[in-house]
T-cell receptor, first 113, second 110 residues
Framework: DTAVSQTPKYLVTQMGNDKSIKCEQN?????MYWYKQDSKKFLKIMFS???????INETVPNRFSPKSPDKAHLNLHINSLELGDSAVYFC????????????FGSGTRLTVV | GNSVTQMEGPVTLSEEAFLTINCTYT??????LFWYVQYPGEGLQLLLK?????DKGSNKGFEATYRKETTSFHLEKGSVQVSDSAVYFC?????????FGQGTELSVKP
């Protein structure tokens, strides 16, 4: 059983389109995250949700909108895609960030053409 | 704010060589420290962790010690294998999130 699963794994789309990435975790964790990894492998947090409530919202363009229908799911919707949005997006979950570490999904590689 | 700095990569080693990847951090408190590993095409996996000063985390032959006096958490392995080729990330916990270093790519040649 995959602990944190994301779909799709690859996403190629044209500029200006709207797309969504879905994430589900079966670990029973209370907190879920979206991270963005750029072409240099640098990882930066975008959002976190704790039990469906938005906790962290870094300086991300408002074209990005997370949605958490329940604590096991966190989706990311992106409007009006731009070339600079091309990256790998990772979903993660955690029960206790201090001691437990995070469990990451395998990533969604988004390419905007 | 808090930050993590890792040594620049890529690091290329021969099999059975000794590995050190340096990591230093800046933090106002005493965060937990982590090493994550990312194999090609995969997500990040927790490799080891330490939650307080002088703690040593270890896993799969890798180890790192939380040094408060030098604000460091260097990753070491006595004898690397080709299968250890990956990108390694040092990270600290802060305010409910992980802050990552820039990653160090390791390539091990047979």
């Amino acid at each position: 059983d995959t602990a944190v699963s994301q779909t799709p794994k690859y996403l190629v789309t044209q500029m200006g389109n709207d797309k969504s990435i879905k994430c589900e975790q079966n670990l029973g964790h209370d907190t879920m995250y979206w991270y963005k990894q750029d072409s240099k492998k640098f990882l930066k947090i975008m959002f976190s949700y704790n039990n469906k409530e938005l906790i962290i919202n870094e300086t991300v363009p408002n074209r990005f909108s997370p949605k958490s229908p329940d604590k096991a799911h966190l989706n990311l919707h992106i409007n009006s895609l731009e070339l600079g949005d091309s990256a790998v997006y990772f979903c993660a979950s955690s029960q206790d960030d201090r001691t437990g570490g995070f469990t990451f999904g395998s990533g969604t590689r988004l390419t905007v053409v | 704010g808090n930050s993590v700095t890792q040594m620049e990569g890529p690091v290329t080693l021969s099999e059975e060589a000794f590995l050190t990847i340096n990591c230093t951090y800046t933090a106002t408190g005493y965060p937990s420290l982590f090493w994550y590993v990312q194999y090609p095409g995969e997500g990040l996996q927790l490799l080891l962790k330490a939650t307080k000063a002088d703690d040593k985390g270890s896993n799969k032959g890798f180890e790192a010690t939380y040094r408060k006096e030098t604000t460091s958490f260097h990753l070491e392995k006595g004898s690397v294998q080709v299968s250890d080729s990956a990108v390694y990330f040092c990270a600290l916990s802060e305010g409910g999130k992980l802050i990552f270093g820039q990653g160090t790519e390791l390539s091990v040649k047979p």
